[in-house]
């Protein structure tokens, strides 16, 4: 089966996301999420919800806690849903109920309900890479994860910020600058290949 998933990289501070689950697994997702959008708008609601989750929410004050049961209220004005409870009956219901609201769905290690993976990100600054299996082995993901955290120098953030500087001080139009840029990083890459032993 062909990966026909097309890669995005959202604000997530401009959206409303709801997180539907207070235990292990909503903490992995909403510890996940705020890594990588530290600002980013959570609601999240869960029956006894683990204290390490309202720590990490006390850090974060975009992130709101509803200590209770799921309603379907509670979707009104979301965009984005991420479903985690450990009811997996509660999950499809509440997927159902999102879908027929027309709202973006993650349901927690159910990839047939989802309507978006959380893949594994690399960030090196600026630099942010996404890993996606399709849903097929976040472990897998996690590795590569680790690979280019490795692999990748954490002065490629410096670099990143040079290049701007570069392109904004390049004279005369985009097709110009693409061809001066390309040049530029085709240079980089061929030194870093060289470097290899």
Request: aromatic content about 6%; some cysteine; glycine content about 8%.
């Amino acid at each position: 089966m062909a990966n026909e998933l097309y890669p995005i990289f959202i604000k997530a501070d401009s959206f409303n996301i709801l997180i539907v689950g207070g235990g292990k697994v909503a903490l992995e997702k909403l510890t996940f999420l705020l890594k990588s959008s530290p600002s980013a708008k959570v609601t999240l609601v869960g029956k006894g919800i683990k204290e390490e989750i309202k720590t990490l929410a006390h850090k974060h004050t975009s992130v709101e806690l509803i200590e209770r049961g799921f309603f379907n209220e509670d979707l009104t004005e979301m965009q984005l849903a991420i479903i985690a409870t450990e009811d997996h009956k509660l999950n499809r219901l509440i997927q159902k109920e999102a879908k027929e609201r027309g709202i973006l769905v993650n349901v927690a290690d159910t990839p047939e309900l989802c309507d978006f993976y959380m893949g594994s990100i690399v960030t090196k600054g600026d630099l942010k890479i996404g890993i996606s299996t399709n849903g097929r082995s976040p472990t897998i993901a996690k590795r590569l994860r680790e690979f280019f955290n490795e692999l990748l120098p954490d002065e490629l953030d410096d670099l990143i910020s040079n290049m701007q500087l570069i392109r904004n001080g390049i004279d005369g139009d985009f097709s110009c600058k693409v061809k001066t840029l390309n040049k530029l990083t085709k240079d980089l890459v061929d030194t870093q290949k060289g470097s290899r032993p």
